[in-house]
T-cell receptor
Framework: NAGVTQTPKFQVLKTGQSMTLQCAQD?????MYWYRQDPGMGLRLIYY???????DKGEVPNGYNVSRLNKREFSLRLESAAPSQTSVYFC?????????????FGSGTQLSVL | GENVEQHPSTLSVQEGDSAVIKCTYS??????FPWYKQELGKRPQLIID?????GEKKDQRIAVTLNKTAKHFSLHITETQPEDSAVYFC????????????FGQGTRLTINP
């Protein structure tokens, strides 16, 4: 039982390049989330998926797209990376989308956009 | 929108002493307040939470208190140990369509031996 697995762990992009961050969970959770973590700003929600087949915007969705591929997998795509997207990205999952459900986080992706 | 302010941003205490981290929130409808701990280079993990119908909750050396009138809640760690060194995030629930969490900015706690 690996929990939440996200890849890659590190990535360097040039401005304008695209990439997809992958996330998978093996806990049979219904809800999945993408957060970004910036110094002094805590964790900010980018997109979430309350259940398979649904996705919704969070606090900071601009410049990102997501796909809930199936119940296990939730990917985050940067179509045209910008330096402002340099951050640490965390995928998370929870049993359902009740706000008081425990979030299980992945190990993070350190992304640098030059 | 909901704003969660967390203080201090850094905190250094001697091993064995107590540490207190405070958060304030703006939405009076907030009713769930978790705390996550993130050790260096690791993923955030839930350590304790409190709901708005409770004023205090304890779990061994950690406790959380909630003052709904003043809209603030605090994390208390007693008898601190080196393994308590980490970044701690508070969060508060908000209602924006669906209920979501808004996180504070984080507090880097260092326990000095």
């Amino acid at each position: 039982n690996a929990g939440v697995t996200q890849t890659p762990k590190f990535q360097v992009l040039k401005t304008g390049q695209s990439m997809t961050l992958q996330c998978a969970q093996d806990m049979n959770h219904n809800s999945m989330y993408w957060y970004r973590q910036d110094p002094g700003m805590g964790l900010r929600l980018i997109y979430y998926s309350a259940s398979e087949g649904t996705t919704d915007k969070g606090e900071v969705p601009n410049g990102y797209n997501v796909s809930r591929l199936n119940k296990r997998e939730f990917s985050l795509r940067l179509e045209s990376a910008a330096p402002s997207q340099t951050s640490v990205y965390f995928c998370a999952s929870s049993e359902n989308d009740r706000v008081d459900e425990k979030l299980f986080f992945g190990s993070g992706t350190q992304l640098s956009v030059l | 929108g909901e704003n969660v302010e967390q203080h201090p941003s850094t905190l250094s205490v001697q091993e064995g002493d107590s540490a207190v981290i405070k958060c304030t929130y703006s939405d009076s409808a907030s009713n769930y307040f978790p705390w996550y701990k993130q050790e260096l280079g690791k993923r955030p993990q839930l350590i304790i939470d409190i709901r708005s119908n409770v004023g205090e909750k304890k779990d061994q050396r950690i406790a959380v208190t909630l003052n709904k009138t003043a809209k603030h809640f605090s994390l208390h760690i007693t008898e601190t140990q080196p393994e308590d060194s980490a970044v701690y995030f508070c969060a508060a629930s908000i209602v924006q369509g669906a209920q979501k969490l808004v996180f504070g900015q984080g507090t880097r706690l260092t326990i000095n031996p």
